[in-house]
């Protein structure tokens, strides 16, 4: 039986990894198949990441959690978990790759999810126009015509890099404020190529098994238009990912893992859950590093406590 299983392979994860780790336990990291390192795999430059002035790729600075975590004895499996059972004193954790492990502990470091504008097709459209990761698919839009939809700094991440690569950038928000950082924010307004349309949301997705345009609706006035686009960049936020343990955990409101004040406990005991699954309000690397950590020394505390 492993003394700690983390699942997830984010800042969060990982970091818990390294403590874990250096604290002699021997850690199992299951980081999914497909997905592993989280978000930041898909985010070009990080540049707010303390201890890295000239900032780095956010690829890179995965690459570089996962290899002090396998330094310090982190096992890292490339599994999907697909099954808990965390109610008991033993853990019980399934994969994908139909193995079954257990532990004492578990920490949960599952983040968020991409989420979706909720209109017909939107999936269907997904990888031939419709795209959540400027990263991955900017280079496919190169001197093209695209929007990018939402007001956070996500969406002026999104929409300053792709600038790269298409002619146009349309950035379309909901209000008429945008909700991101200053400096994110001003560095999307300065730039020629990209054009803000406020008080506006996305009505429809045009075109068949290809996306060719979208139609929207001001939110002010009620007024529709068409826009011929060649692609849309979809950056409205995250939903934590929490389906394999919302029926064995107590949630928040907005369906977030809820933990003990500032501690990574959970309502079960040995579960611990750490970065952007419980994190509604600040979610950067930084602070899920930190929430990772703090998982670590909670399952430490647990485990000695244990014995
Ligand atoms: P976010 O901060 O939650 O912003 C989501 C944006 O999408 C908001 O402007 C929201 O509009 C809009 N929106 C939500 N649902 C919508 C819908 N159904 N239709 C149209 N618009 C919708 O999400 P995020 O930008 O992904 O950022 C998440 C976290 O990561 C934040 O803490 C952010 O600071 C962080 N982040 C940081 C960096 C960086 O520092 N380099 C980069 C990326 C992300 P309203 O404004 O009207 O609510």
């Given at each position: ?146 929007a990018v939809i939402g007001g956070?700094?996500?969406a002026m991440?999104?929409a ?9 950038v349309y950035l379309i928000h909901?209000r008429d404020t945008f909700?991101a950082?200053?400096?994110?924010q001003?560095?999307a307004m300065n730039n020629?190529k990209i054009e803000v349309i406020w008080n506006t ?107």
């Amino acid at each position: 039986m492993h003394e700690v299983i983390i699942i997830g392979s984010g800042p969060a994860g990982y970091t818990a990894g390294i403590y874990t780790g250096r604290a002699g336990l021997n850690p199992l990291l299951i980081a999914s198949s497909v997905e592993a390192g989280g978000e930041l795999m898909k985010t070009t430059e990080v540049e707010n990441y303390p201890g890295f002035p000239t900032g780095l790729q956010g690829p890179e600075l995965m690459d570089a959690f996962r290899a002090q975590a396998e330094r310090f004895g982190t096992e890292v499996l490339l599994d999907d978990v697909v099954e808990v059972d965390l109610t008991g004193p033993v853990k019980i954790v399934k994969t994908g790759g139909g193995k079954t492990y257990e532990a004492k502990t578990v920490i949960l470091a599952t983040g968020a999810a991409y989420r979706e504008l909720g209109l017909p097709r939107e999936k269907e459209l997904s990888g031939y126009g419709i795209s959540w990761c400027a990263t991955c698919d900017g280079f496919f839009f190169r001197e093209k015509t695209i929007a990018v939809i939402g007001g956070g700094d996500s969406a002026m991440e999104e929409a300053t890099f792709l600038t790269r690569f298409a002619s146009k950038v349309y950035l379309i928000h909901r209000r008429d404020t945008f909700k991101a950082s200053k400096i994110m924010q001003d560095r999307a307004m300065n730039n020629p190529k990209i054009e803000v349309i406020w008080n506006t949301e996305v009505s429809e997705l045009l075109g068949e098994g290809k996306l060719t345009g979208i139609k929207t609706t001001n939110l002010v006035d009620g007024s529709t238009n068409t826009l011929d686009l060649d692609g849309l960049f979809i950056a409205i936020g995250n939903d934590p990912r929490v389906w394999l343990v919302e029926n064995q955990l107590t949630l928040t409101p907005e369906k977030f893992i809820q933990v003990d004040g500032r501690s990574s406990k959970t309502s079960l005991p040995g579960v611990f859950a750490a970065g952007d699954v419980i994190d509604p309000t600040y979610r950067q690397a930084i602070t899920a590093a930190g929430s990772g950590c703090v998982a670590a020394l909670d399952a430490e505390h647990y485990l000695s406590n244990l014995k």
